[in-house]
């Protein structure tokens, strides 16, 4: 009982953070600044990763518009504006930075996570016993957080080497025709929950928005949690079911890159004329 008062009360007291004092730690790990500064890590590769992974669902879900508006978006983050036909390579680097951030918050991560099996029954008697919330939060988090250590790490890599091969088409056919589907629906599921639970937590860690009511602010960050959880989904498995369908189509014809519309009526008044 004193310690679940003790989660409410004291600001930025994580579940985590319970845990490990749980379970024991060392009078030179409690002295020693660097477990703070190593949670500063955490906390700002994970802010970074979960901006990034909404900025990137709304990017994604271009398709939803038409094939031509994201071609154009692919080509714009390729800056074409600046390479003739854009640079695929823009592309590459961006996904090995945000994979070396994704591996250095992974590890980060795993400070947290229970050794063996018996400081996981440890763990799970005291989250029975407490019946919190947020305590469930956590798991769900580190569950998610596992599984997309390689799920993402598949879809990263992916991208990494076949930045060339981003498009309506080129997209939809690894999707369909690749088989790709079922790794992105587990791992929209994983990314979605992770994150918007870690955005969570990282408000309530650090006490953002905590205003002269942290407890009212609390209540209020889990029905924003929930929203975004919910619009992030919904959208996600739209978007995915809109490639999915592209590809279908478009099975017969895999590998063939996408033309936008503009540049097919231009190539054909062209024949038109020399003919």
């Not at 660097?34 to 590769?45: C, R």
């Not at 690749?178 to 791992?187: H, K, R, V």
Request: hydrophobic letters at 45%; a positive charge.
């Amino acid at each position: 009982m004193m310690l679940a008062n003790n989660l409410h009360t004291k600001k930025g007291y994580q579940m985590s953070d319970l845990i490990e004092g749980y379970i024991g730690e060392t009078v030179e790990r409690r002295k020693s600044r660097t477990p703070a500064k190593l949670d500063y890590l955490q906390s700002a590769t994970g802010l970074i990763l979960g901006l990034f992974m909404w900025g990137h669902m709304l990017l994604v879900s271009s398709i939803l518009i038409s094939k031509d508006f994201m071609y154009h978006v692919t080509k714009l983050l390729e800056a074409s504006f600046i390479f003739d036909g854009g640079s695929p390579l823009l592309v590459s680097a961006t996904a090995i930075v945000i994979f070396v951030i994704f591996i250095t918050h992974a590890a980060l991560g795993m400070r947290k996570l229970p050794a063996n099996f018996k400081q996981y029954q440890v763990m799970k008697a005291h989250a029975n016993h407490m019946d919190h919330e947020d305590t469930k939060l956590w798991f769900t988090q580190a569950f998610t957080g596992f599984s997309m250590f390689f799920l993402g790490s598949i879809h990263l890599y992916i991208i990494m080497t076949n930045s060339d091969q981003i498009g309506p088409y080129a997209s939809a056919d690894r999707i369909w025709s690749e088989w790709m589907w079922p790794l992105y629906i587990l791992l929209l599921l994983a990314v979605e929950f992770h994150g918007t639970i870690g955005l969570y937590r990282l408000c309530i860690k650090w006490g953002w928005f905590d205003g002269t009511d942290p407890r009212a602010t609390r209540v209020k960050l889990k029905k924003i949690k929930k929203i975004l959880t919910v619009f992030f989904l919904v959208l996600g498995f739209v978007t995915l079911a809109a490639y999915m369908k592209i590809g279908y189509e478009h099975a017969p014809k895999k590998g063939e890159r996408y033309v936008p519309s503009a540049q097919t009526i231009e190539y054909t008044t062209t024949n038109k004329r020399l003919s």
